[in-house]
């Protein structure tokens, strides 16, 4: 069974950093681009990053490149990213996914909040 | 980036009756490999997204034969033959194809 388990959500105040982990389980984790999709709060979904199955390829939504930084650890099957300089406008539920082209594996997701 | 334009926004349906949502592309989906790489995924209330359909009409393991995709190029469709009350919630198209990623704006399905 597939799971992506994310953690490192929080409160943080405007302009803090955070670092969000995935741990991936079920499948062969080097063999698939990762991914982040966000929500905001009764919102749709947003792409964030994507990260190659080797680590070397990144990609990034305009609205969070050079804040956020994406990372994997095909070692130990696990999935970061590391958020600074945060936004309210960054408040969201993270999804750490599976794939890009067609994101078949969704973890449950952790909420992240940028308030004062 | 590529717009995903979604149409209805909302759609009441009528349990046992056909329903169908349009997703429309500013650009071709079509990739380098001959691929589309348009997909479709539902999210219930209070739970993460599923995906549904893939590549524009694969569907996923475990998904009823109920719901089916198609289209090419810039239009698609997701259509649910006989609608049932686990159907409700919302539905997103999302283009792999080009980068960014883009999502729909989602069309929420409820039950009349």
């Known amino acids: 069974e597939v799971q992506l388990l994310e953690s490192g959500g929080g409160l943080v105040q405007p302009g803090g950093s955070l670092r969000l982990s995935c741990a991936a389980s079920?499948?062969?984790?080097?063999?698939?681009?990762m991914s982040w999709v966000r929500q905001a709060p009764g919102k749709g979904l947003e792409w964030v990053s994507t990260?190659?199955?080797?680590?070397?390829?990144?990609y990034y939504a305009d609205s969070v490149k050079g804040r956020f930084s994406i990372s994997r650890d095909n070692s130990m099957n696990t999935l970061d990213l590391q958020m600074n300089s945060l936004r309210a406008e960054d408040t969201a539920v993270y999804y750490c996914?599976?794939?890009?082209?067609?994101?078949?594996?969704w973890g449950q997701g952790t909420l992240v909040t940028a308030s004062s | 980036d590529v717009v995903m334009t979604q149409s209805p926004l909302s759609l009441p349906v009528t349990l046992g009756q056909p329903a169908s949502i349009s997703c429309r592309s500013s650009?071709?989906?079509?990739?380098?490999?001959?691929?589309?790489?348009l997909n479709w995924f539902h999210q219930r209330p209070g739970q993460s997204p599923r995906r549904l359909i893939y590549?524009?009409?694969n569907r996923d393991s475990g998904v009823p034969d109920r719901f089916s995709g198609s289209g090419s190029g810039t239009d698609f469709t997701l259509k649910i033959s006989r609608v049932e009350a686990e159907d409700v919630g919302v539905y997103y198209c999302?283009?792999?194809?080009?980068?960014?990623?883009?999502f729909g704006q989602g069309t929420k399905v409820e039950i009349k």
């Open positions: 996914v599976g794939g890009t082209a067609t994101m078949p594996y």
């Open positions: 990260v190659g199955e080797s680590g070397r390829s990144t």
């Open positions: 079920g499948f062969t984790f080097n063999k698939f681009d």
């Open positions: 590549k524009v009409s």
């Open positions: 999302m283009q792999g194809t080009h980068w960014p990623r883009t």
């Open positions: 650009q071709s989906l079509v990739y380098s490999d001959g691929n589309t790489y």
